[in-house]
Structure formats: C-alpha cells, structure tokens
C-alpha cells in the first residue's frame, strides 16, 4: 500500500475537462427534446368584455353614476336624429364616463385616453366597441361646461337629499395650476400689434395663393392651414383686448401700464406667484368644500393671483346652487376684504384670521374706528376660543380637497381658455363628489352599501 492518496474514486476514470468534453449538462441540453416559450405567436381568446372587470370595479362605479345622471343637456345638442341622415355621433355617457374615470385615474390628455381605450381593459369596457378619437374627446370637454355645472348642482342636491351634506359650514380655497401658455408668449402692446398686423397679412396672403392656384393645395391642406392662421389671429386678437384690464392692474400695484403683457398663446393666463416662489402662466383655481362631508359645493376659476374679493361670488354661487346658505364660511388671511364681509354678512358667518397690527400693543380682536357692523362682529368673533378651534377645519377639509385635486393631476392645464380651464375643474369636482357618493351614499348609484374592497378608492 502506497502513502499516495488517488487522484480520483476510480483510477480509470477519464479527466473529461482535460480532454475537452463537454459536461453532461451542456450534453443533455443538446440532444434533449423540450417545449420552449413563443411570445411572438398571435393567441385567438374568447372572451365578452364583460368578464374583463371584477365587481367593484371603480370603471362600474363610474359607469353606475353615469347612467342614472341626467345628460339632457348635452343630448340637446345632438343634431343626428332616428331616421334621418348625417353620421351616428357617439352617446354622451360613453364620453363623459371616459374623462370621469380618466380623471379618478390621474389622467387628463385626450391622446392618453384614445391610447387606454385600445390597451387598457377598464377603458375597453366603458366604450364597449365603440372607437373614439381625440378629437372629440377634447372637443367634448371644452364644449359641455354648462352641462357639467348642472351635473355638479344634481349630484351635491342628491346628497343633500338624502341628509350626506348639511352644509352646516364650508370651508373655501384657491390653488394656483400652471396654464397651458410659455413665458415667452407674453408680450407687450407694440409686439402684439405688430403680431396682429402680420396674422392679418398671413390670412390675406393665403387667400391670394389660393385664387391664383387653386390646384395648388388639397382641400384638406386649405382647410389647415386656414385654420391654424384664423387661431393664430384670434388668440392675438384675445390678447390685445385683455391688455386695458392688465394696464389697470399694473397701475393699481405702482407700476408703469406699459410694462403690462398679455399671452399671445392663452390670452386669459396670467403670471402668478407658485407655491414655490416662482412666477409662471397660471390660472387660480377656487373650490368650496362642505366640512363634514368632504364634498365639493362650489367650483371657480379666476384670472388673478389674489384670493381678495373671490368670498362674495363664491358665497352666492354654492347658495344658488344649494338653494340655502350655509351658516359658517371658512377662509384664510387672503380672503376677508372689508366689503366683501358686508356683501355676505346676511348669508353666512365668516371666519378667517384677523391681520397683525405692526404695533403689538394694539388689540387685532378689538373694532376700529370706521369699521362696520359686519367688519366689527368679525374681529369681536375671531377672537373667542370658539373661534379658534372652529377654524381648525379649514385645512382639514379645503387644503385636503386640494391635495387629491393635485394627485389627480391637476397641476398642469392642457387646455387654453377661462372657460374650457373651468369645465376641466368641474370635472375633478366630480370625480371627486363621486368617490365621496361612495363612500357617503352608495345607495344613490344603485350599489347598496358598497364592497369592502374598493373601500380605499372612495378618497
């Protein structure tokens, strides 16, 4: 027996590595017969787009709400009649449950939802077959403002109906959105009349071009560039005329009116101080939330940055359309002009935090000569402890409403315009009440007392 330990359990055993062979793994994975995945073949599945969405689905929820909404209005401007000629338009509620569930989804482009309406079986359910382009998505937002106004008065009705909203006391905000409109389109007088001048140049010259050879173009090229030219002249027109209330503005804050510019691209925007201290095209976004309940009761949008003088017409917006005022407001310092006190005092009972006095001596909570009836009561009120604590629910409810309005995407507006800027608002109101109706009122969409498993979609 030799003290040398083999090399190996049997001596004639090959060194396969040394010889070159492969392993037997490498061998097996050669010659084996095995079945591998093809993503690239088309698959045929039967399926009803039905069975595509569990219950409690938000799409069904939105869809409930939908059908039992009354869209008169906006089947009143349906033109293509039973038996009659013209193209079948598309149903108001398939439109309007696509921007509603868009919005509840964060999304608020036009494009992005034609995109989900082919991929995404939420929106495939909605529509249900029928095709839908942007075009119309877009152009039916902008064009139903009146009719989402109305939609917004029946829902905060039927809540109040049923005892979900007692609108005991309404707490009212603003939030600045960025506009639709660069920086580098505002422009001063002399640049926008020089602007305008060339536009009407742009129109005259086409039409020369066309007389001369009208072979020139297709009719569809004519009809672009036709209209790309008239907005153009349009916008500049809109910007030329808003350009009197900007020279009073500037006048107003000690500035030259010259120095005034207006956006040749939204003539409405106006150049706001943000939230992070910069100055960007915005629009001031005002909504009024009843406290207990969480639900939006009034929707505005302004074209100035300040909140001064926007109490008063929010006041008389939610009483008309409440059809009673509720008995306490709450705002913040930005809000309590001395005469919009004395426009509502008869309404509702604001409270809002009384300003500092630069002397810290002087008592804020005490009535100063000159003050009214109304400017007096308040200063007396907010000084009480009742007051104080009363007031804690401003932020609990405005400043919440305002977060989930900017979850769901409004923080930048694709769209141009005070009044399509306001159907965009009226429609985060809502998807906003609608989440709320879930959650306070199910019975209203039909939906008994709503399914455990969409309890955190409610917002």
């Known amino acids: 027996m030799t003290d040398e330990a083999p090399t190996s359990l049997f001596e004639e055993e090959p060194d396969l590595a040394r010889q070159g062979t492969p392993p037997v ?12 995945p093809n993503r690239a073949q088309i698959e045929l599945r039967a399926s009803d787009l039905e069975s595509l969405l569990p219950e409690g689905h938000r799409a069904r929820i ?29 149903a108001p509620e398939i439109l309007f449950a696509l921007w509603l569930y868009a919005t509840v989804e964060c999304v608020g482009s036009a494009r992005a939802i034609v995109r989900l309406t082919q991929d995404h079986d939420a929106y495939r359910w909605i ?40 609108l005991k006391r309404v707490a009212q905000d603003g939030m600045r959105v960025r506009a639709s409109a660069g920086a580098s389109s505002f422009r001063r007088r002399g640049t926008l009349e020089r602007c305008l001048e060339e536009a009407r140049a742009q129109v005259e010259t086409l039409k020369q071009q066309i007389e001369d050879d009208p072979g020139a173009l297709t009719r569809r090229q004519q009809a672009a560039r036709e209209r790309a030219i008239h907005e153009r002249q ?31 691209t939204d003539a409405e925007a106006t150049v706001m101080k943000m939230g992070d201290g910069g100055f960007r095209p915005a629009y001031n976004a005002q ?8 639900v939006i009761v009034g929707v505005e949008v302004v074209t100035v940055g300040s909140d001064m003088g926007q109490l008063a017409p929010m006041v008389e917006q939610v009483t008309e359309r409440c059809g009673e005022s509720p008995e306490q407001w709450l705002v913040d310092g930005g809000y309590p ?74 923080t930048r507006l694709r769209v141009r315009g005070k009044s399509k800027v306001r159907s965009v608002l009226l429609l985060h109101a ?19 007392t709503g399914a455990p498993e969409v309890a955190e979609m409610t917002g």
Not at 28 to 34: C, E, L, M, N, T
Not at 140 to 158: I, K, N, P
Not at 351 to 366: L, N, T
């Open 25 to 36: 793994k490498a061998i097996a994975a050669s010659v084996a017969r095995v079945l591998m």
């Open 62 to 90: 939105v869809w409930a709400y939908v059908e039992q909404a009354d869209l008169s209005r906006m089947y009143a401007e349906i033109k293509a009649l039973e038996g009659g000629s013209g193209r079948t338009p598309i």
């Open 127 to 166: 529509c249900g077959g029928v095709q839908v382009n942007y075009h119309t998505l877009s152009d039916f937002r902008g064009e139903h403002g009146a009719a989402l106004d109305g939609l917004l008065t029946d829902s905060v009705a039927a809540l109040l109906v049923v005892g979900a909203v007692k």
């Open 234 to 264: 349009e916008r500049i027109e809109k910007a030329v005329k808003r350009l009197p209330e900007l020279e009073k503005l500037k006048e107003k804050s000690g500035k030259k009116a010259e120095e005034a510019r207006a956006s040749s």
């Open 287 to 294: 909504y009024a939330t009843d406290t207990e309940s969480q």
């Open 337 to 410: 002009a001395h005469a919009q006190l004395d426009t509502v005092v008869e309404n509702t009972c604001v409270y809002a935090p009384v300003p500092k006095p630069k002397d810290e001596a002087i008592d804020p909570h005490a009535p100063k000569p000159g003050d009214s009836e109304a400017v007096a009561a308040w200063r007396k009120r907010m000084g009480t402890e009742e007051a104080k604590a009363l007031y804690k629910d401003r932020a609990a409810s405005a400043e919440c409403v305002n977060a989930l309005a900017r979850e769901r995407g409004l």
């Open 430 to 448: 809502l998807a906003h009440n609608l989440m709320r109706s879930f959650a306070l009122a199910p019975e209203l969409l039909g939906l008994g």
